[in-house]
């Protein structure tokens, strides 16, 4: 960091295991990409390509090496995964990923229905060759998994193979994890929690209220995703106790009630 300050919370240096930040390219022109990197790639330790952006991204591969260089661990997106799958070209998709020279992959299912027994089968495939991020819930508004099923699923693609589960939300946040309000469903994610380690799920949340709930109910090395680019930085600040919504959380209790009396006279 440029300065020092006391009362700052711990953060693991790339490449970390939790704490983990989740950004969405979805689709940054390489000059912009090249920018990214410079304002935030120190602490951007995922790169989704999202959805299936990268059918139509100009310079693909040079991106990617892009990202690679700064040290991101790069995949595309689930739903080109389920795109692949819904036409009967998994090998295809596989091949893909060894082309492109990605070493992550994600598996979900929010757009098209794969029985669970089957997706944990192409987790199980993918894992054998490249990391695996899986992705648990619905895309679609109404659709509501109960929360032993979400403890099920989650924990049974664990034992597949995936290294973290996603907790799906969209790029909107208002679905999976959140209700149509953007509020998290604050029960499924407590259940969630006490049967699933927490440095094992990735928790989408793309605006900037959820993130704030997240860090305050989990602590600042909580991993978080689909994260826009430009929120990084503001995200990190979050984190460290270095905006208002944090600001008290890293403080000691008594310097912390002082401040706040002498700003209540």
Known sequence: MNYSLSHIPARPKKPREEGLTMVMDKGLSFR???????????????LKLGFGSSYVMPRLKEKIA??????MRVYLGGTLFEAFVARGQFKDYMKLVD?????FAEVSDGSIS????????????????VTVLSEVG????????????????????????????IAEARESGTVGIYRPSGHAHTALVNKIIAKVPMKDIIWEAPR??????????MGPNVNLGNIAPDEVIALETLRLGLRGDTFFDHLPESMSEKLRQTKDQ
């Not at 895309?139 to 995936?162: F, H, N, Y």
């Open 32 to 46: 912009q990409a090249e920018d990214f990197i410079d304002g935030c790639g120190h602490l951007t330790d995922l």
């Open 66 to 71: 892009l990202y690679h260089k700064a040290d």
């Open 99 to 103: 082309d492109l020279g990605l070493q």
């Open 114 to 129: 794969i029985p669970h027994k089957e997706k944990c089968e192409y987790i199980n495939k993918l894992a054998r060759k």
């Open 138 to 165: 619905s895309k679609e508004e109404g659709i509501l998994i109960s929360p032993t099923r979400w403890v099920r699923m989650m924990q049974d693609e664990l034992k597949a193979g995936s290294w973290k589960v």
């Open 208 to 217: 900037k209220p959820q993130q704030v709930w997240f860090i305050q109910q």
